[in-house]
């Protein structure tokens, strides 16, 4: 296997910068402060987002304040319509990537292609990418039938249950770009592209992956699903650092989100 997938490394084909994690180690602390800057901008950009989506479905409550219903689950299931997600979701999403290569750029001097975003990849990485995607969904699937078998049934993820509220066509497009476009292009390039790769300059490759996939666990806020979302993390940092390309673990991590949410589309009585 490992030979077959170094045949399909565009280092095979041609020549290309090294990836980050091979070359010279980059500062901790301005690793961090990246971390930092990008993550705080992109929960502002998210809350400032809802608040403008809040507001509009309540356009009275500047004065008169919102009832504690406003805020039930129920409730906010109800507000975050395809066309909301979409607007909170890219618009969050795209300061995280582009805050990550700014100043992956200005302070690290960390160009896109040495982060895995050079050369587009040759058509059977993308296809590796799609199964590696497609058998990570399979073993988080397990996981969580594995966590349920021990600590018992958990209630469902918040997204699944929002995506399963949305019908149509239309919808189901928004929601693709929403999870299966702009969130696995920013989180790859945060979490892979600069947290694991940043982590293996210093330890050994299986520890940077596992770290960083206790991070990606993390950063979801969803404590029912933080072991499987883990497992993703941890074969997505393996896919990128297989192939050297965040182009085929956005792929991987594109492909997990569309699983899931065409089955969110197709049998919402499965997340309810």
């Known amino acids: 296997m490992d030979d077959a997938i170094d045949q399909l490394t565009p280092a095979a084909a041609a020549p290309l910068p090294p990836p980050a994690f091979s070359g010279t180690r980059w500062n901790g602390w301005i690793i961090l402060g990246i971390g930092a800057i990008a993550l705080t901008a992109f929960l502002l950009v998210q809350i400032v987002a809802f608040t403008i989506i809040l507001m509009k479905a309540h356009p009275g409550a500047i004065v008169s304040g919102l009832s504690p219903k406003a805020f039930s689950q129920a409730a906010l299931i109800k507000l975050i319509t395809a066309k909301n997600l979409w607007f909170m979701t890219v618009s969050s999403e795209i300061v995280l990537a582009a805050l990550t290569l700014l100043l992956a750029r200005v302070w690290l001097g960390a160009a896109a292609s040495t982060l895995g975003l050079g050369r ?22 397990l996981t969580e039938k594995a966590q349920t078998l021990i600590f018992g049934p958990e209630p469902p993820q918040i997204q699944a249950l929002l995506l399963a509220q949305h019908k149509g ?32 300059q210093r330890i050994h490759v299986v520890w940077a992956a596992v770290i960083s996939a206790l991070l ?24 990128y650092y297989r192939t050297r390309s965040l182009w085929v673990s956005m792929c991987a991590h594109a492909t997990v989100n569309a699983i899931s949410l065409a089955i969110a589309y197709l049998f919402p009585q499965l997340v309810k």
């Open 120 to 141: 587009a990849p040759a058509i059977a990485l993308i296809a590796f990418g799609v199964a590696a995607g497609g058998l990570l969904f399979v073993a988080s699937g």
């Open 169 to 200: 066509g239309f919808n189901f497009l928004l929601d693709l770009m929403s999870v299966s476009i702009a969130a696995p292009f920013a989180e790859e390039t945060f979490f892979r592209g600069l947290v694991f790769t940043g982590l293996a």
């Open 216 to 239: 990606f666990g993390l950063a979801h806020f969803e404590p029912y699903s933080f072991f499987p979302i883990f497992v993703i993390g941890l074969g997505l940092a393996f896919v």
